[in-house]
């Protein structure tokens, strides 16, 4: 069998080396670099399954080392840890933004070593079947479609990423690169007003695209987009799919059918600020959060993004849910919403 092999970029000589012996120990195949331009041919040359790098580092530091490798098409998706002396939240940002998995901090023990990397080779085979169950997800979107080989190539490109709760994905301004498809967990994306309200233009849930009408409408992303429950997705390049968009007609019009979805919900949003009580609108949220939540009896939500999807203050979404609590249309508790009469809401509403 086949042994796992391991690249260490580290320039202090003790610690490279000690770190080697307990890696060949745990019966790992080790490969040394003391420097970052020797790690980058060595990764090139071998594709180890995991690379420890430090960050200072003369010449090529590890950001150099990681930027460069993220490059290739042959090594970017190769789990990357850095190993560093101090760990600033700054760096630590930097890092994650290039595309590091991990950190480790100097002096660290055998079992966080060890840890680390089972850790990074067990993210990495979960990837692999995520492969497999976006590209299902993605049949219904692209069937008959002679651009799915094509999209399987852009998804295996890529990294399959995961967001804590209230992470931003993207902000509103920032440069619209990319279209995301969620593959577990939920998304929210809204807009501030000039007095400084925020406003929830969207909700999107699995096997649901967002991003997708700011790529269309410019060069920049049109709203923010931030996690509501801890989010696994993948990302589709703007390049990407301008190309498909060129060559395959059918591709194009399943996306021109999402846009118009996506222009009709709208539409109907700014009625019901326009004309629903606030009774009825509260309504309508809650029976649309609880459609997006079809395999559990209740969901989470905060008052705050209650107060944002509704176009309405906290203090009169706190009041209404009251009442609807004391009408036994809905149950409250711990931050968890339970819908007790589906029926009544849809009254309400209509």
């Known amino acids: 069998m086949e042994k796992t092999r391991l690249l260490i970029i580290e320039d202090n000589d003790d610690i490279r080396e000690s770190t080697s012996e307990i890696l060949q120990l745990a019966n790992y195949e080790v490969f040394q670099a003391s420097n970052g331009k020797q790690g980058v041919d060595l990764a090139i040359k071998h594709i180890p399954d995991v690379i420890l790098c430090d960050i200072m580092m003369p010449e090529l530091d590890g950001y150099g080392v990681l930027h460069l490798l993220s490059k290739r098409e042959d090594t970017a998706l190769i789990p990357f840890i850095f190993i560093t002396a101090k760990v600033d939240r700054v760096e630590v940002r930097k890092g994650i933004e290039m595309g590091a998995d991990d950190y480790l901090t100097k002096p660290f023990d055998d079992i966080e070593l060890l840890s680390a990397i089972e850790s990074r080779l067990k993210k990495k085979e979960r990837q692999k079947s995520l ?31 995961s967001f804590k709760k209230k992470q931003i994905i993207y902000y509103e301004g920032d440069a619209a690169n990319a279209v995301y498809l969620i593959i577990s967990g939920s998304v929210k994306t809204t807009k501030m007003t000039e007095d400084g309200k925020e406003l929830m233009t969207g909700v999107y849930s699995p096997e649901e695209y967002f991003g997708l009408t700011s790529l269309f409408a410019g060069k920049e992303y049109k709203e923010t987009a931030q996690v509501l429950e801890d989010v696994t997705l993948c990302s589709v390049p703007r390049e990407v799919v301008d190309q498909l968009l060129h060559r395959y007609p059918d591709i194009a019009e399943k996306f021109i059918k999402i846009l118009a979805h996506h222009v009709i919900t709208h539409e109907e949003q700014l ?80």
Do not use: C, W
């Not at 590209?135 to 094509?150: A, I, P, R, V, W």
């Not at 809650?286 to 559990?296: A, G, M, N, R």
């Not at 009896?297 to 203090?315: D, K, P, V």
């Open 271 to 350: 009625l019901q600020l326009a004309y629903f009580s606030v009774r009825k609108r509260m309504a309508e949220v809650l029976l649309k959060l609880h459609t997006k939540h079809p395999h559990t009896e209740n969901f989470e939500i905060s008052r705050e993004n209650l107060a944002s999807m509704a176009g309405m203050a906290i203090e009169t979404v706190s009041r209404i849910l009251s009442d609807f609590k004391e009408e036994n249309l809905i149950d409250r508790s711990a931050g968890k919403i339970t819908i007790l009469d589906v029926l009544r809401l849809q009254k309400l509403k209509n």
């Open 131 to 161: 492969y497999s169950n976006i590209l299902t997800q993605m049949t219904n979107l692209f069937h008959g479609s002679h651009g799915l080989d094509e999209l399987k190539k852009a998804f295996d490109e890529r990294k399959v990423k």
